[in-house]
């Protein structure tokens, strides 16, 4: 029997589908530092859009990371607002708040809001909202939202989409991805998604200073005896090697590869002297709540935040969060 939860889901996706299919304009949002998550998510529904003849924009705060480029329509994205229709519909996608999205899009109204998100704790800031926080990436929402539309799902629409799921379900290895979520997978590869192409880019293709600082961040790496994995990428190593923080991508899946890893963390150096913060979990501690305490999110897995500097003082804090999440698990216990 379907679940409270499935029901009010159901209506959820429904109501999505109307407000698509309501509305001629569209701008697809994307959340700051973009993933392949949202920006898969988002050229999915876009292309689907467009083949009904709508007017599709992509709105990304960033540039797209090189190695999704590969990706169907991905030159089509913009940094500005210029030229969106005064009637658009903003698709936030991947994001659990509205200010994930950046500055230009703060003050979109609610009533223009549609929000298509799998977070824990997503604050339904749209109009619409179609929220599956067990779900394992916003891709597998945005595939329902184009099948309810009746959409025909191409070869390109498929290939956006396995990149999302690949992508948020670590190639398939943390325990989001189920049965259901394979299955998905394999009817995408059906449906004609270049699986071969998309595990080339994500896994198989790191820039020469990425995987030079990945090296220096494998060498330096401190562990704990409580089990919290750290690194640090100061602004002064990323100019050694001519690289930015999209080098970083996945840097930190290193360090929770570490035996005896419970929490991976790495530290990332802003121009501004702020640190982003990825953190990476094996399963037992929850690193959204760590993120949380520290003014970020995320999931209980992955999450992140930024710090102000001085790195001694975000260290110190970071610790403290981790070890006080720690004690809180161990008491429920
Ligand atoms: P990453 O380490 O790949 O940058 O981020 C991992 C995940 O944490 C992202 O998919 C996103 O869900 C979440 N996340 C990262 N940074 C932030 C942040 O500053 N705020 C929130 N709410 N979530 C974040
Ligand atoms: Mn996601």
Redesign the pocket.
Same mark, same amino acid.
């Given at each position: 029997m379907i679940s409270p939860d499935g029901v009010r889901t159901a209506a959820d996706l429904r109501a999505v589908v109307q407000a698509l299919r309501d509305h001629e304009h569209f701008v697809m949002c994307a959340h700051e530092?973009p !993933?392949a998550d949202v920006i898969g998510s988002g050229l999915a529904l876009g292309l689907a859009l467009r083949s009904l003849g709508k007017d599709v924009r992509y709105y990304l705060d960033d540039e797209v990371p090189r190695n999704l480029r590969f990706l169907p329509d991905s030159d089509r994205t913009q940094r500005t607002l210029t030229g969106v229709h005064p009637d658009a519909l903003y698709v936030f996608l991947d994001m /659990? !708040?509205q200010a994930?999205a950046g500055d230009a899009l703060r003050s979109v109204a609610p009533a223009r809001i549609v929000n298509i998100d799998h *977070?824990l704790g997503n604050q339904r800031f749209g109009g619409w909202n179609y929220v599956v926080d067990t779900e394992a990436a916003t891709g597998v929402l945005v595939l329902n939202v184009i099948a309810a539309l009746g959409c025909s799902l191409t070869p390109d629409i498929a290939t956006c989409l396995l990149t999302a799921i690949i992508s948020d379900t670590g190639c398939f290895m943390y325990s989001s991805a189920g049965p259901a979520t394979l299955r998905l997978a394999a009817a995408l590869v059906t449906l004609g998604a270049d699986k071969d192409r998309i595990t080339e880019q994500l896994y198989q293709t790191r820039s020469y200073s990425g995987q030079k600082i990945l090296g220096r961040v494998l060498e330096d790496f401190k562990l704990t005896e409580d089990g919290i994995c750290y690194a640090t990428v100061s602004q002064e190593l990323l100019r050694t090697y001519g690289a930015g923080h999209e080098d970083l991508e996945d840097i930190?899946g290193a360090l929770r590869a570490v035996e005896h890893a419970e929490v991976a963390a790495l530290f990332k150096e802003s121009p501004d002297g702020t640190y982003r913060l /990825?953190?990476r979990s094996r399963g037992r501690v929850n690193v959204m709540a760590v +993120?949380k305490a520290l003014g &970020?999110? &995320? *999931?209980f897995r +992955? +999450? &992140? +935040?930024?710090l102000p500097g001085p790195l001694d003082a975000a260290l110190q804090r970071f610790l403290a969060a981790v070890r006080a999440e720690m004690a809180a698990r161990s008491g429920a216990e």
């Open positions: 530092k !993933d /659990s !708040d994930r *977070h930190v /990825s953190l +993120a &970020g999110g &995320g *999931h +992955a +999450a &992140g +935040a930024t």
